[in-house]
């Protein structure tokens, strides 16, 4: 793995709106090492989830540079833009984004077999260090958010990405089974050595995490 799983400098990213163009990022630089731990956050509005999309190479940058273990994304065509995606990242959103005509084990090892990396061993670890190993022939409407959740984090896992990316995905959960879910991600993390970019609106889970830094009018500072 690389010595910087992520790297952004002076990122810029406006929107046009009716009466002109609104700024959303404007100078942003961090770094993020492998094993580390990072809580960005901001007010809603202030352009976090917008970052993390740039990160994940779903929105394009107007300026700066994103680096992903040491690849630079900011300027790639689509098709390289995608593979450095299926291959280096993961995302975990609030919403779970499972698909639902699969049951657990399928959407576990869903990532990592588009990626070509599945491991049917670290899929299976996965499932019981998470609590899904009772639930892996369920279908996801069959399960509690809580587990979904843990199905989405197990989803990213198994492909051993370089970079986590989270937005808010303790957000439909309550506080315990929220710390819960927490801990686990940073269980992985260390075990696996990938940096993890963690959203949140939450001072309290922020300080879980080694490192806090706040986004405020484009900017990022230590929170």
């Known amino acids: 793995m690389t010595a910087t799983a992520l790297d952004i400098s002076h990122l810029r990213k406006s929107y046009a709106r009716p009466g002109g163009a609104t700024e959303v990022l404007s100078d942003v630089t961090l770094a993020l090492n492998p094993g580390e731990t990072l809580a960005l956050t901001g007010e809603s509005g202030s352009g976090k989830s917008t970052l993390l999309h740039l990160v994940a190479g779903l ?3 107007d300026g700066g540079r994103i680096a992903v273990a040491g690849q630079e994304i900011t300027a790639l065509p689509d098709r390289a833009l995608a593979r450095i995606r299926r291959q280096h990242t993961a995302l975990i959103f609030q919403q779970y984004n499972l698909i639902p005509s699969l049951n657990v084990a399928e959407n576990l090892a869903f990532h990592a077999r588009m990626a070509g990396r599945h491991d049917p061993a670290w899929v299976q670890d996965l499932a019981e260090r998470l609590g899904l190993a009772g639930l892996i022939d369920r279908m996801p409407d069959e399960i509690s958010g809580g587990q979904r959740q843990r199905v989405a984090i197990g989803r990213a896992m198994a492909l051993r990405p370089a970079l ?14 929220s710390d819960q879910v927490i801990a686990v991600m ?5 075990e696996t050595g990938c940096a993890l970019l963690f959203v949140t609106h939450s001072d309290r889970i922020a300080c879980r995490m080694q490192r806090h830094l706040h986004l405020r ?3 990022v500072a230590p929170a």
Request: proline fraction near 4%.
């Open 217 to 219: 009018h484009g900017r």
């Open 186 to 190: 940073q269980d992985l993390v260390t």
């Open 164 to 177: 986590l990316l989270a937005d808010e995905p303790t957000g439909n959960l309550d506080e315990e089974t």
């Open 59 to 61: 929105d394009r940058a």
